[in-house]
């Protein structure tokens, strides 16, 4: 088995991109839900102007990293059978990054605004901050450390073959 053709690596990384979108997808839709029935309860009359500023800078970034994760599929269905997929999938990597990024800024506001209603002030800054560092640090700092470790160039592409051959006798660096 040889390598695998150009038009096969953009196929496979199509497929990788649509299986990462459908995690970030599924967490963002559940988030920016909350986010939405949140001013329907109750309790949401006790938040302060500051609370609820925190408010809609989480259901904006929610909502913008839904539009983000979910373009690609709009992306697919204008350009579906042109032959551009190196093209669909350039623009997923980006929008995927992006709601990612979105997602980032959702999630810490969102755990800034419930600990702040929660807890004094400081306390909820303290976790809110700890809370950011961690998916910064799970999201960013690690892939992006890991992809340094690599050794490989960047430009070479290893096939399906390849990348199980290192797997499992693992090598995979």
């Known amino acids: 088995m040889g390598h695998e ?3 096969q690596r953009w196929e496979r990384n199509f497929g990788d991109l649509l299986q990462e979108l459908r995690v970030a997808q599924t967490g963002v839709q559940i ?3 909350f986010l939405l029935t949140l001013p329907f309860t109750a309790q949401f009359e006790q938040t ?4 609820r500023g925190m408010y809609m800078v989480a ?5 913008f990293a839904t539009g983000a994760i979910i373009s690609p599929v709009a992306f697919h269905r204008v350009l579906f059978r042109r032959g551009r997929k190196p093209e669909l999938v350039r623009f997923a990597h980006r929008m995927a990054s992006a ?5 980032v800024v959702a999630m810490a506001t969102s755990v800034l605004l419930i600990t702040d209603f929660l807890l004094p002030r400081p306390f909820a800054f303290a976790l809110t ?3 950011a560092a961690w ?3 799970l999201w960013g700092v690690l892939p992006l450390a890991r992809r340094s470790w690599s050794g490989n160039d960047p430009d070479e592409h290893l096939s399906a073959q390849e990348v199980s051959q290192r797997v499992n006798a693992g090598t995979d660096r």
Do not use: D, I, S, Y
């Open 135 to 137: 998916f910064l640090t």
């Open 99 to 103: 709601g990612l990024g979105c997602m």
């Open 5 to 7: 053709t150009e038009k």
């Open 31 to 33: 988030l920016f839900a």
């Open 129 to 131: 901050v700890m809370a």
């Open 48 to 51: 302060t102007g500051v609370q």
């Open 59 to 63: 259901l904006l970034a929610a909502a």
